[in-house]
C-alpha cells in the first residue's frame, strides 16, 4: 500500500474511536439532562458497552501495525500518531475484563453514592469507592509508573503532567494561599445577603445566561445552553456542543457564573481544528479548565464585565437588585470566604479545596490511606487549610461526585486551570492593551478571538504546559494566580 | 462449555447487538429533538458508525456458531434463537461495504430531501433518491427472494408478510375504501374552521397532551415527551421510552392527536417483556403502528373519548373552544375528506395515501418504474385514487421523509396497522364489555391493561399475524376496518 492510502486507513480507524468516545459523551448528556430516572440501568450498560469498544479499537492489532507503518506529512499528522500511540500503549497493557469491570462498578458506585450522600452515610458508600480506588491501583500497576501510582492516573488528564512536579507548583500555591486567605478574609465581610433571596426569576436568569453566552461569542448553531443538576459541558464535535447550568430562584450569581464557566470551556471545544482527529482535541484538562476559569473569574468577575453587564442585570431583576449598586454586586460575586462546598467556593479558597482532595487522592493510591479513614482525613484537611470542619459526610467527603466516577487525579487540573489561567490573561493583557476597555463596553469578542487564535486551534499540536509556554513565555508557575489575587483582592 | 454457559454468552453477545440499536435510536431521538442544526454531519458520520458495528456484531462467526449450539429451554428462548437467526442470516448476505454505503447514502439524501422539498425541486433529489433505490435492490437481491425483491425488505418490517398476500389484503381495502370515502365526502361537510384558527395555544396544547397521555397510563419515570418537527416515538428500553409532538397555534387537534398516536407506540414500548433480549421486542411495525392508530383513531376520535375530555378541552381553550359543542367538535375531528397530504388525514383516506406508496415502491424495486418517471406516476395515483393532483412536488412525491431515509418496504405497515387495529378493537370490546364506558368516565387502563397482557408483553414470542390470530381468532382481514369505518361514517 502507499503512504497515502496506509494515511486513510489510519485516520478512518482513529476517527472510529474519536466518534465512539463522542457517542459516549452524548448518552452522558442526556443522562443529566432529559433520560428518564428509569432510563439509568440500561444507559450505564449502554455507556460501558461503549467504553469496550473504545478500548477493544484502541487495541486493534492491525492499528499497533498502521502506528509503525504510517508516514506523517506535516507537524498535525505528527502529533496526531504520537498521541494515538500514547493511547494505544496505554490500553494495550490493561485487560479488557478491568475496563468493563471499572465500568460497570463505576455505573453501580454512582448510583449509591447518590444515595448515601442523600442519607448522610459514608458507610453505605464506602465500599464502592474502595473497590474503585482498587480497580484504579491496579489500573495504574498495569499501565505502569515509575514508583508512583499516581503519575499513570494523571497522564490521561494532564499529558506530561508528574506529581512530582504538581507538589512542586501546588505546594507554593498552597503556601502562598493560606496565609492570602486568612489576610482576605480578616477584612470585613461584604453584604451578600441579596444573593441568596427567594427573588431571581429562574425564566429571567436563562435568558441572561443565553445573552450573556452569545456575547461570548458561543455559536448557537454549533451548541445548545439546557439545565441540570450539576453543570458541565460536553464537546461531541466543534460542531455540536452542549452546555448546561443550573437554576435556582434564591441564588442569583451561581446559574450565570457556571453558563460563563461551561461557555469558556465550550468556546474552546468549537475552536478547535481538524474534527475527528486526534490533534483536533483539547491539549489537556487543566487547560480546559483555564478556558472555564478565565471567562468565569478573569472576566465574569472583573469590575470592565459589570460595566457593561449590571446594568442589564438591574433591567432584568429590578426587585432581586433594588437598593443595590454595581459596586455592591462586584463585591457580593467577589466575595472570598472559606467554605465548605467546592462548587461554591471564591475562586481564591478554591485551590485549597482542591489541595485537599488531591493530598487524599495521592495517599489512597499509595496505599497510605485506607478508604475507611478517609471521612477523618478529610475533615483533618479541612480544618487545616479552611479552618472549618463538615457537619456530615454530606457536605464533607461525599460532596462530590468524581470519586464515585472513579475519577482519581482529575481533581488538579482544576488548579492547573487556574494557574494557566492567570498566566494567560497576564499575556493577554499584554498582546491586546485595548481588552479590558472592550470588555467594559460588552465586547467580549476580543478575548474569545485572542484564545481562539491562540490555544483553541492548536489542539493538541503539543502538551498544554509547551502550548502556554510558546504562547506567554512562562511555563507552569503560581506566581501570576497568587498576583493577581493579592491585587485583586489586598490592593485596596 | 456446558449449555448454561452457552447460553449466557449467547445472551450477551444479543444483547449488545441490542444495546447498539438502542445507541443509534437515542442519536436519531436527539437528532429531531435537540441537536444544533451544525451537529448534522457528524451524527450522520455516527450513525453510519454504529450501523456498521451492528451489523458487523450480526455476522460475527461466533455468533454463528452459537446459535448452533445453544439450547433454548423455553418457548422465550427459543423465540430468540429463531429471530436472532433469522436477522443474521439477513445479514450475512449483505456485504458491510453496501451496510456503510447506504449509511451514508442516506445521511446525505435526508439533507437533500429537505433542501429540494423545501425549493420544491424533485430534480435536486432525484439522483439521491435513484442511488438507494439502486441500493435497496441491490440489498435485497442479496438477501435473497423468489422473484418479488420487495418481499426481501419488507421482512425487515414484517416478519411473515409477503407483497402476494399485502396486494390480497390491500387491494380489497381499497376496492372498498374507494367508494366509501366517495360516498362519506358526498355528505355535508362538517365545520372545521375552529381547528385552524390561529386561536390555539400552545403551552395549553402542551398540557393537555400531557394530562392525555399520563391518563392512557404511560410512564413518565420511564419515558418522556418532547417537541420536534415531525412527531415521532423511539423505544430505547421499556424503561426508556421518547415520544415527541408538534405544536402550532393556528392546528387545535393536530398535537392531541399526534401524542395519542406516539402515545400508543409508546405503551408498547413500555410494555414489552426481557428488556435487551430479541424476544422482548416488537412483534412487526405494523403491530406497532396497530397501538398507534388504534389509540389516536379508534379511542381518540371515539364519541366516548369526547364525552370526558371535551370538557376539559374546553376548560384550556375557552376562545378557541368558543360557540363549539362536543358534538361539533367530534364531526370536526372525523371530517373524512381526501386531502394530498399523508400526515394531515383523515383515517378513512389515509389508506388510499398508502396504497399509491405502496404500489408505486412495489413499481421502483421490480424496476417497471423509473425515478425519473416518478412525479408524474404519483400524481396519477393520486389522481385516481383521492381525485386530486398535486400543485407541486413538495406536497406530492417528497412529502414524506420515509424514502430520503431510504426506507422501502415500510408504508404497507401503516395500512396493517389499521387493518389489526380494527380486529383488536373488535375484540377487546367482545372481552372488555364495560370498555366503552370506562373511556366515556375518563378511565383509558382497561384499554391499555388489555392490550399489555395481550398484545404487549407477548414482545416477539411468534410474529404479528399469529399473535393476533391468538388474541383475536382472525387473520389479517380488511373486512374489520371496513365494517368500522362504514358503521362510523355511514350509519346516521
Redesign the interface.
Known sequence: MDAGTLWDEFEAKT??IR??I??SD??QW?QET??????E???A??LS??KS?THAALCDERLGRLLDDVRPRDDAERATVRLVRRERDRAVKVPARLVKELAETQGHAVEHWKRARAAKRFEDFRPWLARLVALRREQADCIGHAGERYDALLEAYEPGMTVARLQQVLGRLRDGLVPLVAQIAARPAPRTDFLHADAWDVDAQWLVCLDVIRAMGF??????L?RSVHPFSVG??P??VRLTTRLRRDDGASALFSALHEAGHGLYEQGLPA??TWVGTAASMGLHESQSRLWENFVGRSRAFWTHWFPKLRERFPHALAGVGPEEWWQAVNCVRPSLVRVDADEATYNLHILARFELELDLLRGTLDVADLPAAWNAKYERYLGLRPPDDAVGVMQDIHWAWGELGYFPTYSLGNVYAATLVKAMEKAVPGMWKSVAAGDLLPVRDWLRARIHSRGHLVDSEELVRSVTGSVLDERDLLAYLREKYLSK
Open positions: 476517527r472510529e466518534d465512539l463522542a457517542v452524548l448518552l442526556d432529559y433520560m428518564p430516572p428509569r432510563g440501568a440500561a444507559r450498560r449502554h458497552l461503549l469498544r455559536d448557537f448553531e454549533a451548541g445548545r439546557d461531541m464535535v460542531s455540536d474534527e475527528g
